[in-house]
């Protein structure tokens, strides 16, 4: 059923003209405007696309955006899903296993994060070098799984360590502050309280937010290299805990944009 679901969604978007995209991007909260860069060919609404979820976060927009970067054909998903808007894990991952049946052979993958190691600061950017998942489930747990890859993913090395060589001296010849850490994914939509801030201190956690995670784990299933940024948008400091408002994370996010939108077209060109 899952298999026959996936291949409606595929065949539909070849016939409409997305044929070949060598590179899949997942936008983050406020991280939208990347999209202002690309060559569009076609755009196309989740609600248009059969099978697919629908996102129901306001800000984030449910278009999938098929066009050219950096010389390359590229396809984004400009809106994402959440455990918390009650899908479940395969819909939250829908959109991977489509793009890899697109024909993707790399995914770059954004999000907005809140900053755990006390020494990263609010519009910093960080590269994903490995997770927790304190999400309490799996996208590789549903019966059938195994159809789309071996179900026991090894995570030894979940983020590409060539992807993230490359991004790292693409931040230093373009000057970007690019911290690197450890990203735990929770389900949210709540944010944490101050015991959890300081059991995530307790893990090693750098940066906490509430997606990533699973789609990391499937690309990971379907053999596909993957790098993933986290703009860090709010200090999470247990000890001097703020209100947070969700406007002004969404501000700085769009601030600390361009320094990510520069490292994703630098690293597209040299796929």
Not at 192 to 211: C, K, N, P, W
Request: hydrophobic share 40%; charged share 20%.
């Amino acid at each position: 059923m899952k298999q026959k679901q996936l291949t409606e969604t595929i065949d539909f978007l070849k016939s409409n003209g997305i044929t070949n995209p060598e590179i899949g991007i997942v936008l983050g909260t406020g991280l939208g405007k990347l999209v202002d860069e690309i060559s569009i060919k076609k755009e196309i609404s989740y609600s248009e696309i059969p099978n697919f979820p629908v996102a129901t976060v306001e800000f984030h927009s449910g278009k999938l955006i098929y066009g050219e970067l950096s010389g390359k054909k590229v396809l984004v998903m400009a809106g994402r899903f959440h455990l918390y808007e009650g899908y479940n894990s395969w819909e939250v991952t829908y959109g991977i296993r489509t793009l890899h049946g697109l024909g993707i052979k790399n995914l770059l993958i954004s999000n907005a994060a809140g900053a755990i190691n006390l020494s990263y600061k609010k519009g910093d950017l960080m590269l994903i070098e490995d997770h927790i998942n304190l999400q309490g489930s799996s996208p590789l747990a549903f019966k059938g799984a195994n159809n789309f890859g071996n179900i026991f993913a090894d995570m030894l090395e979940p983020y590409s360590k060539e992807l993230n060589a490359k991004i790292s001296a693409i931040a230093t010849k373009q000057n970007i502050l690019l911290h690197k850490g450890v990203y735990t994914s929770v389900l949210g939509p709540q944010l944490e309280t101050r015991a959890e801030y300081r059991m995530l201190q307790i893990f090693e956690t750098d940066a906490v937010g509430m997606s990533t995670v699973p789609e990391v784990i499937v690309a990971k299933q379907l053999n596909l290299p993957c790098a993933a940024i986290s703009v860090l948008t709010d200090e999470s400091d247990p000890k001097n805990l703020q209100l947070v408002d969700i406007a002004e994370i969404i501000a700085i996010a769009g601030k600390a944009e361009p320094k990510m939108i520069t490292l994703f077209k630098e690293i597209i060109k040299e796929l």
